[in-house]
């Protein structure tokens, strides 16, 4: 099952119809066109002749990692990428020749600098490719975020190198630019030998390579410790090469166990792999470094690639699952970089910058794949409908190999069973997958819409032999529709204000349905309705509930602030149907202000001795009110002010007090003074002001008696009247 984008689909069509294919292809153009070598007779070399660099320059040996002149040059593919090539993060070069079947995608960080070379970098082996070469070879699209640049001539005036495209192109790209359709049709059935090599590499006849030495995680490091004598070293790696935690290790080749010469083979196992190194560095006297154009990592199983760390790390490698996503943010990967699936070169989430692919051989010998081949056969599921027997599209399935020899199928834990691949059924319902004899199980995902996920969702176990290979071995799986869901509407209540309408927000609802039989809506006894939600309406005025068709009741529990709860508080029935569910069904619930309550105040009268401040009691007071709009106060006539209260005698504290008086200005007239006392000449006193403002603490007048006798007669000496203190 090696998925195919719709243009890579139609490339492969077009490179077969034209007899593009690499195999005729190399009777009509010339070998570097592929990075074809002329390796002696007994070396085994990657697909297509990939790995040793193509004459004519190339250096012998390859420089360490340096900055200086130009070593040679190398019309080798440097980078191979099946699906897409995406530049994110801070990611600064990658060194030579570059193949990718489908889109280059440049967005890196604006804080980065938009700038990304490519076949010629400031930093690696200095040996790019010829002058004027496909430094970039793409069956898809070119595309360069605003600001940004691809840069294919090392910012050096007579170094121009070829960007060619299938696609389209966009945004700024220094050096020449050639569309042209057929761009990646000489390689693309390289995709398929190389899934092909990096299973052979790791399971030869569908088994396990039979490792030479022994790879250990020792926390710190990993170890690998090969056998001493065999000119190829092979290794088998099931684990992340991490430190605890995630966090980095030594790499480390224990060097006495490696012959010189030897070709390393590392086969890295499993569907999500990370490595995470400090090792590796730019100057040779690294001990990593000793290995790098021997040395290939292999990761045929896996569909994510973290690399990860702060080393240059040295090797080649190659990523034979075409639906893979290899991330790269290591400072340097120093050999060749094949990968059936995508890549993502980028920088580090926690920071740096200025991560590179430089351009290394691959001289191994590696093991012949191009022999008798293993005999294969179909692993196959049938997702049907289980009451019609239909094929069914959509379904998610992943297949598994037994290999940790428990009974079952085993997903998790520390020794699970071995994930070949995934896959969706097409329109006829079958997902099939050609591979080696041994027994499988399809597991299933994800249903197809409407669909339940069955339960158990394994089927197997399949036991695919050398003898049924021919007509393969299938299983089918059944699914039930998921019960169609009920009918449902929206049940609403709109809460408004009585006089102007407007919507209100903050009245507490509760939504009844009916339930009991019984008329109208029960919220108590023996056997209520039942309810079925509160809600407090926002600001829109409307509380809202999904539910199914059936009678219903909204029940007012707190009318909003200023607001009176109605009387009575429940609003309904309203009946919804599957008629009407689609427009739901809703009541309004109106609701009157609250009265606002009458601002009033008080005068308080203090009556005292006019000499000795001493409290009196027994004066009389009357209070007037002024209402007739003219000044001082009228007693008689048409239009007198009004007599607010007809009297109040002071008590043994010498107060009297008027409460509940309505905001305005009014007058205190005396009408009789305590025994002993004269009344004043005028018995008048005001205007007091009662406000709002001092409503709640009221006015207070303080008025004085002087002790004497009433004068008798028009000869009396006028009183002096003591004016009132407020």
């Known amino acids: 099952m090696r998925p195919m984008t719709k243009r890579f689909a139609a490339l492969r069509a077009r490179a077969r119809a034209t007899g593009a294919a690499c195999a005729v292809l190399a009777t009509v153009v010339p070998a570097f066109t592929l990075g074809l070598s002329a390796a002696p007779a007994a070396a085994a070399p990657l697909p297509g002749g990939l790995g040793p660099c193509v004459p004519g320059d190339c250096p012998d040996p390859f420089p360490p990692i340096n900055n200086g ?16 090539f995406l530049v994110r993060g801070r990611a600064a070069e990658a060194e030579g020749r570059v193949v990718v079947l489908d889109d280059f995608d440049q967005d890196k960080d604006p804080e980065a600098g938009g700038s990304y070379n490519l076949g010629i970098v400031g930093v690696g082996s200095r040996v790019p490719p010829p002058v004027d070469s496909d430094f970039l070879t793409t069956g898809g699209d070119v595309t360069i975020a605003a600001g940004e640049t691809l840069d294919t001539t090392g910012g050096i005036v007579d170094e121009v ?5 299938a696609g389209t192109q966009t945004g700024t790209v220094t050096g020449a630019l050639v569309q042209d359709d057929d ?42 410790t090969g056998d001493g004598t065999s000119a190829l070293q092979v290794f088998n790696v099931d684990f992340d090469m991490t430190a605890d935690g995630g966090g980095q290790q030594g790499v480390v ?15 890295v196992i499993g569907a999500d792999r990370a490595i995470n190194t400090y090792s590796g560095g730019i100057a040779d006297t690294d001990p990593l470094n000793a290995y790098r154009e021997r040395l290939l990592w292999n990761f045929p199983d896996a569909t994510t690639v973290d ?23 290591l400072p340097g990967v120093n050999g060749r970089f094949f990968t059936t699936g995508s890549v993502t070169h980028t920088s580090s989430a926690t920071g740096g910058g200025g991560q590179e692919f430089h351009a290394y051989p691959f001289d191994g010998d590696l093991p012949d794949c191009d022999g008798p081949q293993p005999v294969t056969g179909e692993v196959r599921v049938l997702k049907t409908d289980a009451e019609t027997g239909d094929p069914l599209a959509g379904a998610d399935f992943e297949l598994w190999r037994e290999t940790n020899g428990v009974d079952g199928l085993q997903t998790t834990g520390t020794d699970p069973d071995t994930l070949v691949d995934s896959c969706t059924t097409p329109a006829n319902g079958v997902c099939a997958e050609t591979t080696t004899p041994g027994t499988y199980y399809w597991r299933e995902t994800a249903a197809p819409d409407g669909y339940e996920l069955p339960d158990p969702a394994v089927f197997g ?3 695919l032999t050398e003898d049924n290979a021919d007509a393969g071995v299938q299983v089918e799986a059944a699914n039930t529709q998921e019960p169609m869901p009920p009918v449902t509407g929206e049940v609403r209540v709109l809460k408004t204000d009585t006089e102007s309408g407007a919507a209100l927000a903050g009245a507490d609802f509760q939504l009844w349905r009916e339930t009991n039989g019984d008329d109208g809506l029960q919220t108590t006894g023996a056997d209520p309705d039942t309810l079925v939600t509160t ?40 009946v919804l149907t599957e008629d009407n569910a689609g427009a739901g069904v809703q009541v309004e619930a109106a609701n009157t202000k609250e009265p606002v309550p009458t601002v009033t105040g008080s005068l308080t009268l203090e009556k005292t001795d006019a000499k000795n401040g001493q409290p009196l009691a027994g004066a009389v007071f009357e209070l007037w009110r002024e209402t007739n709009d003219v000044p001082g106060l009228q007693t008689a006539g048409t239009n007198p002010d009004t007599l607010a209260d007809a009297g109040c005698s002071t008590d043994d504290s010498g107060e009297c007090t008027f409460d509940g008086l309505p905001l305005g200005e009014y007058y205190l007239r005396e009408t009789a003074v305590p025994e002993g006392y004269v009344l004043p000449a005028n018995p008048v006193s005001g205007p007091f002001e009662v406000t709002e403002a001092n409503s709640s603490q009221g006015v207070t007048v303080e008025l004085a008696n002087e002790r004497g006798e009433p004068c008798k007669g028009k000869d009396c000496k006028k009183r002096v009247h003591q004016g009132p203190r407020a």
């Open 461 to 463: 176990p399949l036991v």
């Open 69 to 84: 002149d130009f070593a040679g040059r190398d019309d080798a593919i440097n980078i191979y990428v099946g699906n897409d």
């Open 253 to 267: 080749f224990a060097p006495d166990s490696i012959p010189d010469d030897a070709t390393i083979l590392v086969n």
């Open 161 to 165: 190198g070829t960007v060619r495209y």
């Open 535 to 574: 809600c407090t309406t926002p600001a829109n005025g409307v509380c809202a509930e999904t539910t199914t068709p059936g009678t219903y009741y909204w029940r007012e529990t707190a009318a909003p602030d200023g607001y009176e709860l109605p009387d009575p508080a429940v609003f309904g029935p309203l």
């Open 183 to 224: 761009a990646a049709a000489p390689y693309v059935d390289l995709r398929d030998q190389l899934t092909d090599a990096s299973q052979c590499y790791a399971r030869p006849g569908g088994e396990l390579r039979t490792p030479t030495g022994t790879a250990v995680n020792q926390g710190t490091q990993t170890l690998f």
């Open 307 to 329: 690399l990860a760390g702060t080393g240059q790390f040295q090797g080649s490698f190659l990523m034979g699952e075409q639906t893979s996503m290899t991330t790269v943010s």
